[in-house]
């Protein structure tokens, strides 16, 4: 589950460990014409239809995408829903873009904002009240710091704009069984999330905070979240084919689009994905029910005779809330902004595992969009396919006339080697083992000779230019986001702030090519020494010479290196393991669904046992110098397997996992 143009692959890059998925943080692709914003042709519903044809034609044939449904409104009315490809493709059944259901993930996150709009208009929600007013468990008032320091409440406001300063979890985020399935209520007080940092400071999308309206919508409505959006919403506008229920009620369960991962020139077709947080992406819709909440947006909050919000309420969830620079894009109460050929554009994308859906509306046009896709080859390809629907339209139907080429200034490369560093992500966890995962969306920053800024989102570095100081536009706006900022955080830390997303300057210990180098360096130690000491002793033993060790307690701490090397070089063997265990189905380890054999969860205890060992391999070391035990050189050679294990027990530490 994601929001629009920001993280949209930061997940999948960590599951498929390393690969350079950060190309899918790009926001919208900028391809600005050059038109005359009052040339644009006329939005006829069979110019829409027939551009839709062609490019959903070329997605579906080019990545085996199983199917797509797409909606498309303009001026209170719809002018395109249309399906492609097989909802079933076993049995060859299309995509209806009026019954068929997708899974529309982080899309689900606007229905749920509105629910809370609506109790906001109803007096039963402050958006600026401490948000333990409404719940029946308490969100621990302390920053996780070690500092004891005590931020003032998070607040909906907080909660809506994605600042309440929480870490990002993934355990339990999707399960693949309805028996591992527990209540809102259950699963939020089970995983709060600790709060790193102060709310409103820092923007770290949290799809827990999101969950945590639903749940505070239920507990002020009285009734169940999905009971209230189909009384107060899906009635209203007409939404037929919509619910948040999973499993799907009996009347629509036949309805819904299998999603199918495309490996080996076969489709593998995914089952139904349970969320239990699931105000936060749960709901499954048909393309044109998506219509209509489009157009009750676009239109103030009415639908022909229905009004599921005051104007004022409406155009207040379409106001900026905040935004983390005023040259970046902000966010509103639900909806990330973009700039999209000189337009303001409002919307949410969303991902389960296998769903990738966009939401876009253009409010000074009266334009909507969405798009949902059911899988395909590569998940980061397709998340940006419905990214590039979108700018084909806006091309086509609402031109913009560009950015125009910004002229290098003086000190420019000096002001930018502040910069220079890595960044990792806000959204990550930062007090659990999942903490790894962020070290593969580390984002690089250098810095060219001429000035220019070098930043690493995606395979290769993009070029920014300084736009004014801590401000800097791309060079190539069909790549990568149109613009970044340096700012700080509430300690005075450096962040770079990407619209919708933010990234800190981890310290240097703390980057991955000095975490990655000291785990290469430490485990071609131990190898080298296991493989070493393996060999001599074999060597010896055919030859039967013994060789004298001086005192008898001499042989222990090479007992100690052998069992270190044999536990941490399991772990690492293990890990390996349980990482590549892939469900086909889904492109993605089963360890992401909590899908793991009792035993190999014994690997997740190696390090702690590898630690301890390590200790006392690094005091044999002491004690050898101190008594002048060996040879010089046996003391050297130990003394490097030590330094082996206080490498490897800092990149433990570091990374959570002890």
């Not at 046992?609 to 070391?621: D, E, N």
Request: glycine content about 10%; proline content about 6%.
């Amino acid at each position: 589950m994601k929001h629009m143009f920001s993280y949209a692959a930061l997940r999948r890059r960590s599951f498929r460990l390393g690969a350079l998925l950060l190309g899918s943080l790009c926001c919208l692709l900028l391809m600005g014409s050059g038109v005359p914003l009052g040339a644009q042709p006329e939005l006829d519903p069979e110019a829409v239809q027939a551009l839709l044809d062609r490019v959903m034609e070329r997605q579906l044939e080019e990545h085996h995408v199983p199917g797509v449904t797409v909606s498309a409104v303009h001026d209170g009315a719809v002018v395109a829903a249309a399906g492609y490809g097989y909802a079933d493709v076993d049995r060859e059944i299309p995509v209806d873009p009026d019954t068929t259901l997708f899974r529309i993930g982080s899309v689900s996150k606007i229905v749920t904002w509105t629910a809370v709009m609506q109790l906001v208009e109803a007096g039963r929600i402050d958006l600026d009240a401490d948000i333990n007013t409404y719940l029946d468990f308490a969100i621990p008032a302390e920053l996780w710091r070690g500092s004891g320091e005590t931020p003032g409440p998070i607040t909906m406001r907080h909660l809506m704009t994605h600042r309440p300063g929480f870490e990002d979890v993934g355990e339990n985020l999707f399960v693949l069984s309805p028996d591992r399935l527990v209540p809102l209520e259950t699963y939020l007080k089970e995983h709060v999330p600790a709060r790193v940092f102060a709310p409103g400071e820092v923007l770290a999308y949290s799809n827990y905070g999101s969950a945590l309206a639903g749940y505070i919508v239920q507990r002020v409505a009285r009734q169940t979240f999905d009971n209230y959006v189909e009384e107060h919403i899906f009635g209203p506008l007409g939404m037929t084919h919509s619910s948040f229920r999973q499993p799907l009620p009996s009347a629509l369960e036949g309805d819904l689009a299998n999603a199918y991962k495309f490996v080996d020139d076969a489709y593998h077709r995914g089952g139904f994905e349970y969320i239990p947080p699931a105000p936060a992406g749960s709901m499954s819709a048909s393309a044109r029910d998506m219509a209509h909440f489009m157009l009750a947006h676009l239109q103030d909050g009415g639908f022909g005779e229905e009004q599921i919000l005051l104007p004022e309420t409406a155009q207040e969830m379409h106001r900026q809330q905040f935004t983390q620079h005023p040259q970046l894009d902000g966010v509103t109460l639900g909806f990330f902004e973009m700039t999209v050929n000189d337009r303001r554009v409002l919307g949410h994308n969303g991902a389960t595992m296998l769903f990738f859906s966009q939401l876009a509306l253009v409010p000074e046009e009266g334009f909507g969009f969405f798009v949902s896709y059911s899988g395909g080859v590569d998940a980061a390809e397709v998340m940006q396919l419905g990214e590039k629907v979108f700018q084909a339209l806006m091309d086509e139907f609402f031109p913009g006339e560009g950015e125009p080429p910004i002229e290098p200034a003086a000190g420019a490369r000096e002001r930018a080697l502040a910069y220079v560093g890595e960044y990792h992500p806000t959204r990550m966890s930062f007090t659990g083992p999942e903490k790894f995962l962020g070290l593969l969306q580390a984002v690089p920053v250098q810095v060219a000779d001429d000035g220019t800024l070098l930043v690493g989102f995606g395979a290769d570095m993009q070029e920014f230019d300084e736009l004014e100081p801590g401000v800097y536009q791309n060079r190539n706006l069909t790549e990568g986001p149109r613009r970044v900022a340096f700012i700080e955080d509430d300690r005075g830390e450096p962040l770079l702030a990407v619209g919708a997303g933010s990234f800190f300057k981890a310290p240097a210990y703390a980057t991955l090519p000095v975490l990655a180098s000291v785990t290469v360096l430490s485990l071609g130690m131990l190898v080298l020494t296991l493989s070493g000491w393996l060999i001599v002793g074999f060597a010896r033993r055919l030859s039967r010479r013994r060789r004298h060790q001086g005192s008898g307690g001499l042989s222990l701490p090479r007992v100690l290196a052998v069992l270190y090397g044999l536990v941490t070089l399991a772990f690492f063997a293990g890990m390996v393991r349980i990482l590549t265990d892939i469900e086909p189905a889904y492109g993605v380890p089963n360890l992401i669904f909590g899908e793991i054999a009792p035993v190999m969860e014994l690997v997740f205890y190696l390090p702690l046992i590898s630690v301890v060992l390590g200790a006392f391999v690094v005091l044999s070391a002491v004690v050898a110098w101190v008594g002048r035990f060996w040879s010089l050189l046996g003391r050297l050679h130990y003394t490097l397997v030590a330094l082996a294990v206080l490498g490897l027990s800092f990149v433990f530490w570091t990374t959570n996992l002890l």
